[in-house]
């Protein structure tokens, strides 16, 4: 059952103080009950409770103890009024005071609040049944707009689809009809070499937003409707480009391990772009995730990854990401550290040590992990060359400080290892003076 916070407000601007204002008011659905016959009587208010979204309940609903709507309301001496499992928890536990105001009880009696318990079923059930007629609403205009699909076509099937992607990203209901109805075999059929990029667009829109099967991710797997959506990230708005990149994510994370690779050139031109437009946030996290799905799920893309010159664009952007985008970058050059190639480019990028040295305990520590073992990687292929350089930079302090600090035995041990590459390789009194250690030594 959701938690809802208290909230005195129940529409229209009231304030309702307490359960007697609440009623003359006729504010929480009293005046009568009226709402409370026919067949409303008949749902279940723990059900209705379970059901709905999360929504403001008034506090008057509320019990103290639990923070949850009351099924069983009843008051002790004080006025105060609580949940009757809740409450009868609390006298277990030997308390002889009220939870709320810590008074002594002088009649430890629990008395049912019917009033109270009929309020919150009025309540309740106005709403349940209101979302109940949103729904089928939802319902019934989702498949209008699919059997509309069927027969529309040039800018009235962009239309239908326009609003087909606006009903289904707002409503689970309607998501649970497009994908109960054929609704997704349907879209699917709409991608193809010929496909408008405005018709695509909505579709891709509309599918991202799915729980696709795994027929449905082997139809969008064919390699026509794989080029349209590379075509719309490398062409499209950046909305277009962040629902490709979450779509093309899907069926990569989806596809089993025989699958042909979804990856190509060109989709990772576009991801790289994507990447590197600084404008949209959610654009730079949506196009590394996508890098990350790739480097996990299709490790023979590695190399023509780096071939197209990620490593030294990533290494550059490093200093400007946040901290969601700086893990992703990171576990991405992480993996192609493990490559021939990618330690190459890693060595000969100018800012790599750099960059990476002022993550060591910066950021966080999976941050700081994945930093020391991009370093170990180009030390170990350059031990000479980048030895020196790390000395210069102040390596060894940092590593003292990360075996010093309460980090995992993995960091320590890594720290360790990268700390003997430099001593082994580096001039004992150039490493001492260099790092500034010679007091501490002393």
């Known amino acids: 059952m959701p938690m809802y916070q208290p909230d005195l407000d129940v529409g229209g601007g009231a304030q309702v ?70 409450i009868l928890k609390w006298f277990s536990l ?21 009033t109270l318990q009929q309020l919150i079923y009025s309540w309740f059930s106005q709403k349940y049944l209101a979302m109940k ?12 707009l699919l059997e509309s699909l069927k027969k529309v076509k040039g800018q009235a099937r962009v239309q239908a689809l326009k609003e087909l992607r606006q009903v289904v990203t707002a409503h689970t209901t309607a998501r649970k009809t497009v994908m109960g109805n054929g609704g997704v075999g349907l879209i699917c ?28 991710r082997l139809n969008l797997m064919q390699p026509q409707k794989i080029s349209l959506m590379v075509d719309m990230l490398n062409e499209g708005s950046i909305e277009t480009k962040i629902n ?16 042909q690779n979804v990856s190509s050139l060109s989709l990772l031109v576009g991801l790289m772009k ?64 493990t490559l021939p190639e990618g330690r190459l480019a890693l060595k000969d ?23 020391l073992s991009i370093l170990l990687g180009v030390c170990k292929l350059a031990p000479e060359e980048c030895a020196s350089l790390l000395v210069e930079a102040g390596l060894a302090a940092n590593l003292l400080l ?16 990268l700390l003997k590459l430099c001593t082994l390789n580096c001039a004992g009194t150039i490493f001492i003076s260099k790092c500034e250690l010679t007091r501490t030594i002393q």
Not at 75 to 86: K, M, P
Not at 189 to 216: C, K, Q, R, W, Y
Not at 354 to 369: A, D
């Open 94 to 114: 030997a308390h002889c005071t009220c939870p709320t105001t810590m008074q002594e009880l002088w009649d430890d009696s629990i008395t049912p609040n019917k």
């Open 189 to 216: 059929s709409l991608l193809g070499n010929f496909t408008m990029h405005s018709v695509g667009s909505e579709a891709i829109g509309i599918l991202v937003n799915l729980d696709l099967d795994s027929e449905s």
């Open 402 to 417: 990360v075996i010093q600090s309460g980090c995992s035995p993995v960091l320590k041990q890594q720290s360790v290892e």
């Open 274 to 337: 994507l990447v590197r437009n600084k404008k949209h946030q959610n654009g730079v996290s949506a196009g590394l995730e996508l890098l990350k799905t790739i480097c996990s799920h299709e490790p023979s893309v590695g190399s023509l990854i780096v071939s197209i010159g990620v490593v030294p664009q990533l290494v550059e952007l490093l200093p400007n990401l946040n901290n969601e985008c700086l893990e992703l970058a990171l576990y991405i050059l992480e993996v192609l550290s």
């Open 17 to 86: 103080l307490d359960l007697e204002t609440a009623v003359k008011d006729g504010i929480l659905g009293g005046g009568g009950g009226a709402i409370c016959g026919g067949s409303v009587q008949k749902l279940d208010l723990k059900k209705m409770i379970e059901e709905l979204e999360p929504i403001d309940v008034p506090s008057l609903f509320i019990c103290p103890i639990s923070l949850e709507p009351m099924l069983d309301p009843v008051t002790l001496c004080t006025g105060q009024t609580y949940e009757r499992s809740n």
């Open 349 to 371: 990028c100018p800012n790599t040590i750099t960059n990476m040295m002022k993550l060591l305990m910066g950021v966080t520590e999976s941050c700081t992990q994945s930093a």
């Open 244 to 259: 490709c990149t979450g779509l093309i994510g899907m069926l990569i994370k989806g596809k089993d391990s025989e699958a």
């Open 133 to 144: 007629k949103r729904s089928e609403d939802v319902q019934g205009r989702a498949m209008e």
